[in-house]
Structures are given as C-alpha cells and as structure tokens.
C-alpha cells in the first residue's frame, strides 16, 4: 500500500524566483503547465507564494468576447479564449462573460 503524508491545502504553493528581476505582488507566473499569481513581491533567489486556485481578474488580450465558463488560456500576456499550440497555458476558465471590448477577464485558476 502506498501512504501520503499531508503537507497544506494548496491554495499557494511556495514559489523561487529563479530570475534577476523582482516578481511584483499580482504578477502572473508560468509554472509548467498552468499559472499561478504571486501573493507577495518576491525578490530575485528569494521564496515567496505563488496563489494557484481563486478567482483573478487578469489582463484580456483576446479581441474576441469570452463566454462564463469558457476554457481561457495564458498566451505569456494576457487571457485569451483560443489555445495556440505550444504558445498559450491552459489558466482555466472564466468566472463572468467578458465583451469583446473588455481589458480583463475574470478568471477561475485551474489550480
């Protein structure tokens, strides 16, 4: 039998800023293949949290309206509503429809 030992809920996980850049609280983070949102400024070398589940209202580059519900992904930018092969990262789905005039979406991380 396999066994588990709990280690946190999730909801952030610790993250390294492995760039000489500071990540900004808010900043939205590629991680594999999913996106996380740093809860805190995290400073170059140093750990902070990176925010892997919730809703976040993130900047929407998709010139095209984005349905509730809709699969949304991160094209290293913004939120779009298409997938592009290698170029996008599923972020999950949107919380509320946005219009195709909108400058954000709201969005529901896959986690």
């Known amino acids: 039998m396999t066994t ?3 280690v946190q809920r999730g ?3 610790d993250y390294t800023n492995a760039t000489d850049e500071i990540i900004p609280h808010g900043a939205v983070i590629a991680v594999g293949t999913r996106i996380g949102v740093a809860g805190c ?3 170059p070398g140093q750990m902070g949290s ?3 589940v919730g809703v976040f209202r993130i900047a ?3 010139s095209a ?3 509730m519900g809709q699969a949304v992904y991160y094209d290293g930018t913004g939120i779009t509503g298409t997938a592009s092969g290698d170029t996008t990262i599923p972020a999950g789905y949107a919380a509320a429809s946005a219009a195709a005039s909108d400058t954000d979406v709201l969005v529901k991380l896959n986690g």
């Open 4 to 6: 588990a030992t709990y």
């Open 11 to 13: 909801e952030s996980l």
């Open 41 to 43: 400024e995290i400073l």
């Open 65 to 67: 309206a984005i349905a």
């Open 60 to 62: 929407k580059t998709d």
């Open 50 to 52: 990176l925010h892997v």
